[in-house]
């Protein structure tokens, strides 16, 4: 069981960020059981309740669910710390709350302008290197046959023998040769390039839902300390959630990640009110 779900898990997995011809080594055992659970947070099951559960799409949705995670994770911290901080210096309910809702609007839209050109750039370089393919494929047999050496190269450092590792690069030549050097040799997936659009609009969004928590816990109360309390309550409880979601979806413990975020978040909060305090009137 153990070896067929590293087996499939290892199938399953797509190329990094790092260049594809330097994964996979043939010092480690390939499919040793327990060598590759431990490294990805044990979670060998492939077959749950029954079911076919694939693996590259659990991977995939974990991605995308830590990166929402740790936007919002930022949105509850800044927020919250800035209101700690306003909240230390004046006893206002309407500056707090104006205070909260600026913090919310300028890191969202912040986060957005920062992933956006963040994720533009790492598609520029996508691109570049895919043109760079592409010329490469125009420049001449020579260039081609180079090429393919370089291809059934990666295959062979994969662990395939050296035949059929040309065979296979021969093969996927014919086939699609952009996509073959683009997905084995860039690690980019030609169908799947980053998108900073939708990246810059997820980052906001999950900004907005982390930093709407103290907004709102704040917006209902009448009695300042009972306010700031309320903030700092609520603030520290979806910390801890936040930080246990995050550790389990990057396969870390649950609790040593909640307990991290907590009393980072905390300690931030702590300050920003100490430093409010100071300066307040
Ligand atoms: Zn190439």
């Given amino acids: 069981m153990s070896v067929a779900a590293n087996r499939r898990r290892s199938m399953s997995q797509r190329p990094g960020s790092q260049p594809a011809s330097r994964q996979g080594s043939l010092e480690e055992p390939l499919f040793a059981p327990g060598a590759q659970e431990a490294e990805e947070g044990g979670q ?15 991977s995939q949705r974990a991605q995308w669910l830590r990166a929402g995670v740790l936007g919002a ?20 309910a309407k500056t707090l709350v104006l205070s909260g809702v600026a913090g919310l609007v300028g890191g969202a839209l ?25 010329q490469a494929q125009e420049h001449g047999p020579q260039m ?3 090429e393919l050496e370089e291809l059934a190269k990666i295959y062979e450092d994969r662990g395939l023998p050296k035949e059929l590792a040309h065979q296979v690069a021969v093969h996927f030549t014919k086939h699609d040769v952009l996509t073959a050097h683009a997905r084995d040799e860039l690690g980019i ?30 917006a209902f109360i009448k009695d300042h300390v009972t306010r700031l309390a309320v903030v700092l309550a609520a603030s520290t409880v979806a910390l801890a959630v936040f930080g246990a979601v995050g550790a389990a979806l990057g396969g870390a413990s649950t609790i040593r990640g909640a307990i991290r975020v907590v009393i980072g978040g905390v300690i931030a909060m702590l300050v920003t009110y100490g430093v409010g305090r100071l300066f307040g009137v």
């Fill in 44 to 58: 060998p099951g492939v077959i749950a309740d029954g079911r076919f559960v694939s693996m590259e799409h659990y």
């Fill in 189 to 218: 997936d030609p169908d799947d390039l980053a998108n900073p659009l939708q990246a810059s609009v997820a980052s906001a969004i999950s900004f907005s839902i982390g930093a709407g928590i103290p907004l709102l816990s704040a």
């Fill in 73 to 92: 994770n930022d949105g509850l911290v800044s927020v919250a710390s800035l209101m700690m901080g306003v909240g230390g210096g004046s006893e206002d």
């Fill in 110 to 134: 912040s986060m957005a302008a920062g992933e956006y050109i963040s994720v533009y750039s790492q598609k520029d370089s996508q691109e570049a290197d895919m043109a760079k393919e592409r």
């Fill in 144 to 146: 081609r046959q180079y």
